[in-house]
């Protein structure tokens, strides 16, 4: 099998599931540019131009893939060729918004596209399609948020892979050095554990802890700092890492041990809530009554977790509001949080995917406040 994707049979089935979807949804297919729907449904990577390139599936009839000329030899790494699927290649003095519109039957047709599509794409093929489309979003939802076996499985090992780079996190936190120095050292780590390529690197020490999405900076490490360390990479073929874990260089004072105890608890319940049928803002308010219970509700101040796969961030949302149900499939982050403004924060964080009868964790380092010994 090619590494940076699945089987043939895998995109085959995901053509046919999202043309019986979008026929169920009244429209006459699918016009998907290059991102993520791209990737998920055709296993392409292909880059979005000024010239376009796109898949048209069509409701009723077969898929086609409508692209320039000089960049056929994109599609050399997608099972394109092998699904035997139609090329609508085109020259600079053809209008390649009129192929589409000829792919789907013709004018009018009412399509949905994917949410990436330019602007400078949208427009022109609304125009040929004589209708202005709607997103594809809605009808890809449930698809990109059930994980098939496969696609667990490239979660699992992504999961392992950054496990192994938090077991080396404590060798890179030595006061003194900065935050950069220590994100410099987990992003080769990330890479030397197996990822293709580095997500992002968050590395916030002291005060920084407290700003969720810091990043990293030139503040050096000092011994007391408790730092968060939230990481990610993508593991081929395209799915992601991301976990957080929290580490202390030297002993925590006892209020930092307290406070950290009662988050340890809170994504404990979190995770310990999740199965079919509890719904995304359910795992939400297990973590935060835990932490309200405590008095520290006022200082989580995101919500508990984001989907995973393709994207590091995807649906389903684990939030206040979202009252969708969780099926069995869907993969998603755990991640509260405690963050006090120009002190220190700290948060936890695993990827879960649920199962028939609850959840299995891809991320299996120990969630205690890891502490950092000093000479």
């Not at 004072?253 to 319940?269: K, T």
Request: a negative charge; one cysteine or more; hydrophobic letters at 45%.
């Amino acid at each position: 099998m090619n590494s940076h994707r699945f089987d043939a049979a895998v995109y085959a089935q995901r053509l046919a599931a999202a043309a019986r979807l979008a026929a169920q949804a009244g429209l006459a297919g699918l016009v998907i540019t290059p991102g993520y729907d791209l990737r998920y449904l055709l296993g392409s990577r292909a880059d979005t131009f000024e010239r376009l390139t796109a898949l048209v599936l069509p409701a009723v009839g077969d898929p086609t893939v409508v692209l320039p000329r000089l960049e056929l030899a994109s599609l050399k790494d997608s099972p394109a060729v092998e699904l035997g699927l139609s090329m609508r290649d085109w020259v600079d003095s053809d209008n390649p918004y009129d192929l589409v519109a000829a792919a789907l039957g013709g004018a009018p047709a009412a399509a949905a596209v994917a949410d990436s599509m330019p602007a400078l794409h949208l427009l022109p093929l609304a125009s040929a399609l004589g209708v202005m489309p709607v997103l594809a979003t809605d009808v890809l939802r449930k698809l990109r948020m059930l994980k098939e076996e496969a696609e667990i499985d490239a979660l699992r090992k992504a999961g392992a892979a950054i496990d192994r780079v938090h077991a080396r996190v404590p060798e890179f936190l030595v006061p003194g050095r900065t935050e950069a120095d220590v994100a410099a050292d987990i992003s080769k780590a990330i890479v030397t554990e197996g990822h293709s390529e580095v997500a992002f690197v968050i590395v916030g020490s002291g005060p920084h802890g407290a700003d969720p999405h810091h990043g990293y900076s030139d503040r050096e490490l000092a011994v007391g700092d408790i730092v968060v360390v939230d990481i990610g990479g993508t593991y081929e073929p395209g799915y992601h890492s991301d976990s957080t874990r929290t580490y202390s260089i030297g002993e925590p004072n006892a209020e930092v041990v307290r406070q950290y105890s009662i988050l340890q608890r809170a994504q404990q319940a979190a995770f310990d809530c999740v199965r079919p049928g509890v719904t995304a803002e359910q795992v939400d308010a297990a973590a935060r009554e835990v932490l309200a219970e405590a008095g520290l509700a006022d200082y989580f101040v995101h919500r508990t977790g984001h989907g995973i796969g393709l994207s590091v961030h995807e649906e389903p949302y684990i939030v206040a509001g979202n009252s969708l149900p969780l099926e069995a499939g869907m993969a998603f982050s755990i991640e509260p949080g405690i963050y006090f403004p120009g002190q220190w924060g700290a948060r936890v964080e695993d990827i879960v995917v649920v199962t028939d009868d609850g959840a299995i964790s891809v991320n299996n380092r120990p969630h205690e406040l890891i502490v950092v010994p000093v000479d």
